[in-house]
């Protein structure tokens, strides 16, 4: 058989169909409940048992692994093909084991039969199976085993697929997983077969002998840009739930969700049982969806902001690619995925950086609208705006307005926007967002239309809301840090031109003019937040990523100095966060903790001095060291801040009243929990349920709470000088929170 013989796994033909499984996901996660529900009587039967004695059995290591090995033995004696076969194979079993227990660590996810809360610490979840569902390994390890003695062995391709099919049907069958993870542990051994396969055929050189009977041709695609990608899904994905949710924001819209889910209203949000009506319910219906996969969990909540924000790395770096080249689009997805304002922004269960994802599609189209015309992309450009409108309400409206400045300011090109098409972008925009705002008004009328529009739109504009506020150059002073050290080549990417080349002086155009749309409007508005401007750091990250490119090949020195400097400035600023944080800790009695703030600042100021070393090469004129010192300092930094500062911070951003619900819950199963003038949404979202709250106006109401019913009380730990003097039988603290336990007895008023 000749070596230029179509690919078994890898068919050209078969791109149309590449789509296919993730779209099966997608549907089996639609179907998890009913097929559980539908399998569950056959739990506890000899039919179950028989099935996990034999076919579950085959997809074990306890099968794979000897069956490989033995052909290896065997090889040995008989056929040298038949050994490296075997070493292939037993390569693909652990290459897609280690693989599938990574994700199960990225996707915490209950098995179908379990009913207790995820743990609450990482050594907990470690310890407990029961909650490592998705994806299946034993499908995994059994799809990538038949992959790889198939691509060896094509004659044997069928039933051993077959066998890898019955393994998952089996673990649905006995309960062991939800049909989800058995098709998800499937697309990952198909990958990794395929992955080892190639590898194997490569290495091969075309000998028949020593390879699969049909490897596969290389892909075209640079695989740096996979890599890119993998480390950013680890960025944002890694620990994703392990720390409480953060208030405000965080909570409410997470707290928003579950009562969504628990309620079945899906169209008038409630927090703690009250109407919420601060933000229109995109976001909501994700983080419900993702409550009905993986449970109700921090995790879950944030999980589709950071599955957006891999989206919005990827979207941006496929941009730069096409137009400047991989090269740049490399460095452009680089630049994204390690600001910190897209890693901690994108961790967090909010809408920024969704906003920012819908807005970058919805700009994409908004070009392929004008330069090619065609009626999908009027439809998919005003879909795109519903939706972002939809998620966020007028903030949805940044891309039209960026979309219909730059067509006045930019002249040159084609034009193929008619005026059929505006019209029906603007039927495809009222289709997807107006459904929601008329049920809303007539619901609510008057009441959701004085919160809505008059207090969450018109006041953050000429108010500062709960008291974020800041000067004019707020953002720009923001971007300076959280988008550093990339920032440092912004000025020479929005200043250079490319007169001679139409589409690139199109797309830097188009660029500018979205930075700017962002930037000016918000820098003027009296309240102000970080998450605002996300959406401007595609169009940022694409002209760096552009410019380091043009910076690797061309000389200059004042991007190299300024990172320099910059990254001096920025580690002796941060080089005095353990004393900050002892100062500002002594206000609510914690100075002793901020001691555990010093080994995390050492590596973040560490980070910063690998930068001021990428900065001295570069000014040396070793620009692609220079830019290697660059990225690795950065990812110090940003790992330095996600593993050993915020926890440390957690419990003084909105943790610590989730900490000490947890132990109330725990240690005080009998106790009714109260809250004094603290927020209820974290609280609310750790119980599952609504819980009563007392302001510093009601202490006459909380005491006689406190009557005859054991309680659990959680107030600010600043306000002893109010609960110190109550009976209380046990004490904790978490944070600038403190959790009392009061016994059944009488208390005077």
Same mark, same amino acid.
């Given at each position: ?315 941006? &770096?496929? #941009? =730069?690619?096409?137009? *400047?080249?991989?090269?740049? @689009? $490399? +460095? /452009?997805?680089? %630049?994204?995925? !390690? ?22 599609? &919805?700009? #994409? =189209?908004?070009?392929? *609208?004008?330069?090619?015309? @065609? $009626? +999908? /992309?009027?439809? %998919?450009?005003? !879909? ?22 730059? &067509? ?16 029906? %972008? ?324």
């Amino acid at each position: 058989m000749s070596s230029n013989v179509s690919p078994c796994f890898a068919d050209a033909s078969r791109n149309r169909w590449r789509f296919l499984p993730w779209i099966v996901l997608a549907l089996a996660f639609a179907i998890d409940g009913v097929v559980i529900t539908a399998v569950k009587p056959l739990h506890d039967t000899g039919f179950a048992d028989l099935i996990h004695g034999t076919i579950r059995w085959l997809g074990t290591g306890y099968v794979q692994a000897p069956l490989a090995l033995l052909m290896i033995l065997l090889g040995a004696i008989w056929s040298r093909r038949l050994m490296r076969a075997g070493g292939w194979t037993l390569l693909s079993f652990a290459v897609s084991g280690v693989s599938v227990n990574l994700l199960k660590l990225l996707f915490p996810r209950p098995r179908p039969w379990v009913t207790d809360p995820l743990p609450s610490t990482w050594t907990a979840y470690l310890r407990d199976s029961d909650f490592q569902s998705f994806p299946s390994a034993e499908t995994a390890t059994t799809f990538a085993v038949a992959v790889s003695i198939s691509s060896w062995y094509p004659g044997l391709r069928l039933p051993l697929l077959a066998v890898a099919a019955l393994v998952g049907v089996a673990r649905v069958l006995v309960g062991g997983h939800h049909p989800s993870d058995v098709i998800a542990g499937g697309i990952v051994g198909v990958l990794v077969g395929q992955i080892i396969t190639s590898w194997a055929g490569r290495r091969a050189k075309g000998d028949r002998e020593r390879g699969p009977a049909q490897p596969p041709t290389r892909s075209p695609r640079d695989p740096r840009l996979g890599l890119l990608l993998g480390g950013s899904a680890i960025l944002l994905l890694g620990g994703l739930g392990w720390l409480p949710l953060f208030g405000r924001d965080e909570a409410l819209y997470a707290e928003a969700a579950r009562e969504m889910l628990a309620g079945g209203d899906w169209i008038t949000p409630y927090v703690n049982g009250v109407f919420f009506f601060e933000k229109p319910p995109l976001y909501y219906w994700l983080a419900g969806i993702s409550y009905s996969v993986f449970g109700v969990s921090p995790f879950a909540a944030r999980l589709p902001a950071a599955l957006m924000a891999i989206l919005t790395i990827a979207v941006t &770096a496929r #941009l =730069a690619a096409r137009v *400047w080249g991989p090269r740049a @689009g $490399l +460095l /452009a997805g680089l %630049a994204l995925a !390690t600001s910190l304002q897209m890693i901690m922004i994108g961790r967090m269960g909010i809408m920024d950086v969704p906003l920012t994802c819908l807005i970058t599609l &919805a700009l #994409l =189209a908004y070009a392929q *609208w004008r330069r090619h015309g @065609g $009626l +999908l /992309a009027a439809v %998919a450009f005003g !879909t795109l705006v519903g939706l972002a409108m939809l998620l966020k309400g007028m903030a949805g409206g940044l891309a039209p307005a960026v979309a219909v400045v730059h &067509a006045l300011a930019y002249r040159r090109g084609p034009r193929r926007i008619s005026v059929g098409s505006v019209l029906l %972008a603007a039927a495809a925009f009222t289709f997807v967002a107006a459904p929601w705002f008329i049920a809303m008004a007539v619901r609510h009328g008057d009441t959701f239309i004085d919160i809505f529009i008059k207090q969450q739109h018109g006041q953050r504009v000429t108010h500062q809301m709960q008291s974020h506020g800041g000067p004019v150059f707020y953002y720009l002073a923001l971007i300076a840090v959280s988008f550093f050290p990339w920032v440092v080549f912004l000025p020479a990417g929005i200043r250079h031109r490319e007169p001679h080349d139409e589409q690139k002086s199109f797309w830097r155009s188009l660029l500018v003019v979205w930075i700017a749309v962002v930037l000016l409007p918000f820098s003027l508005v009296s309240t102000k937040l970080p998450g605002y401007v996300t959406p401007l750091f595609p169009a940022m990250a694409v002209l760096v990523g552009v410019e380091l490119d043009r910076r690797l090949t061309e000389a200059g020195r004042a991007p190299w100095v300024a990172a320099l400097a910059g990254a001096l400035l920025l580690g002796a600023a941060f080089a005095l966060l353990p004393l900050a944080g002892a100062r500002l800790g002594a206000r609510v009695g914690a100075s002793s903790e901020a001691w555990l703030l010093v080994l995390p600042t050492a590596f973040w100021v560490g980070g910063y001095a690998v930068i001021a070393a990428g900065g001295i090469e570069g000014m040396a004129g070793r620009p692609h060291r220079g830019l290697r010192f660059m990225a690795a300092g950065q990812t110090v930094v940003v790992g330095a801040l996600l593993i050993g500062v915020l926890p440390v911070l957690s419990p003084y951003l909105g943790g610590g009243p989730a900490h000490l619900a947890e132990r109330a819950r725990r240690e005080m199963p009998d106790s009714r929990i109260v809250l004094y003038e603290t927020r209820p949404e974290t609280v609310a979202f750790v119980l599952r349920r609504p819980v009563p709250v007392f302001s510093h106006n009601e202490k006459v109401q909380l005491m006689a709470a406190l009557e005859d019913t054991p309680t659990a009380l959680i107030a600010p730990a600043k306000e002893k000088s109010f609960w110190g003097e109550l009976p209380y039988r046990r004490f904790w603290r978490s944070g600038s929170a403190a959790l009392l336990d009061f016994p059944a007895t009488e208390m005077e008023q």
